[in-house]
Every structure is written in C-alpha cells, then in structure tokens.
C-alpha cells in the first residue's frame, strides 16, 4: 500500500492552482497566499497530462523509469482519477467511490483498497483541499526558480501518517498553466520518486468510457489488508 499512497500524495497535489511573484518564506503567510490564489482560480473539472517516473534508490545505479497518462474528473458521486501506465510494466489504478483498484493486466489481477481518511479522498478530485494539505504538511521552503517560469515549492509532512512514510516533497509549479510540471518525494528508505508532467490539458472533455475500469471475468480480486 505504500506505492499506492505514494501515487495518492501526487495526485493531491497534482493541480496546485496558480502562483503569484512573491516569493514567501513563512509558513503562515504562504498558506494564506496559496488559498487566497486558489479562490481567484478558473474552476478546473477535469485534467489530463502525459507522465514520466523516475525511482531513485541506493540498491540501483540507474533510476527505474516508467511512463503513462493520468486522467482526474468531478463526477456525480464524487471525483475520478485514471493512472495508466504503459512501461515498462502495464498497469491501470482507478480511484473512484472510496476505492482504491490497481489493475496488472499481465498478471490478471486486481488489487482493491478501502480509502477511509480525508488525504485519500483528495486523490479522485482536480482540485485540492489546501486545509487538508495545510493539515498534513509544513512548507519548508518556497520561491521562483528559471526566472519567473518555475515556481518551486518544499513541503515536510507533519501529520503522523505522513511521517512514517516520506521525509520531503518538492514540487515546481508551471507559472503560465499554473499546474504541476514536476514532484519530488523521498521517503524514508532514502528512495527518491521524481514526476514529470508534459502534455497537460485543463478542463478537457473526457467521455465517461475514459475513466471506467473494465476487467477479463478470469481476473483474480486481491484485498490486501
């Protein structure tokens, strides 16, 4: 479950809102920036980006790569996020109706998770709950970056869930799309994951086909604990 919440934290940040030129330092008043920019922001409905993954561990010499598409929409009963990845290994996760499902084609198996706190929940929705990100990290550290065209912002967990699990995160903001380019997480382990966004596409027209999750009636259901 690890990974899987993992995925969970980028999506939650996945559609940060846009930036103003002040770079702050504070913590306080970078929170209250951030949502008061977050309340002037177009509303967002859906997302869609190309993903490139980077894994960096201190077992390997080279950073394990994978890449894939990621879909997020509002629906009727709450959001819907589609990861799928396409190499090296296919895979599907869904998250939909307080479920969490990851779907390996090649080894016909589904895995599903209940999702039962509110940091869960912000990954099936494109627009994030800053009081919930406000609740489980403290910014470390924030200011523009390549001129005016990056803003870069460091976060450290400070809830307990999410300091069993990671040490800090780094994300850098597209200042023109105000959306995610790329995230950094380094865990405990001393693994770093590293995200990139390309392709980004806001408030796309999605069909409800594209976020279903349909799987072969031979594929075995797994529900870890």
């Not at 702050?24 to 490139?52: G, H, K």
């Not at 396409?86 to 895979?91: I, N, R």
């Not at 999605?206 to 870890?224: K, M």
């Amino acid at each position: 479950m690890k990974r899987c919440r993992g995925l969970l934290l980028l999506t939650a940040c996945l559609l940060a809102g846009t930036w103003s030129n002040a770079s702050v330092a504070n913590d306080d008043a970078a929170w209250e920036e951030l949502e008061s920019l977050s309340q002037q922001r177009e509303p967002i409905t859906t997302y869609a980006a190309d993903f490139r993954q980077e894994k960096f561990t201190p077992l390997l010499r080279d950073p394990i790569e994978s890449t894939g598409r990621v879909l997020i929409a509002e629906g009727e009963a709450g959001g819907v996020s589609r990861w799928d990845t396409d190499a090296p290994y296919a895979s599907t996760m869904l998250i939909a109706d307080g479920e969490l499902k990851l779907f390996y084609p090649e080894q016909k198996s589904l895995e599903v998770y209940e999702l039962g706190d509110r940091l869960d929940a912000l990954a099936a929705s494109p627009v994030p709950d800053l009081a919930v990100l406000k609740e489980n990290f403290a910014i470390d550290s924030s200011g523009w970056t390549e001129g005016d065209a990056i803003y870069r912002l460091t976060l450290r967990p400070k809830s307990e869930a999410m300091l069993d699990a990671l040490e800090e995160i780094t994300v850098d903001i597209d200042a023109t799309l105000g959306s995610m380019r790329r995230l950094s997480m380094t865990d405990l382990d001393g693994e770093t994951t590293v995200m990139h966004f390309e392709n980004i596409e806001l408030n796309p027209e999605l069909e409800p086909a594209d976020l279903e999750l349909t799987v072969p009636d031979d594929t075995q259901i797994i529900r870890p604990l």
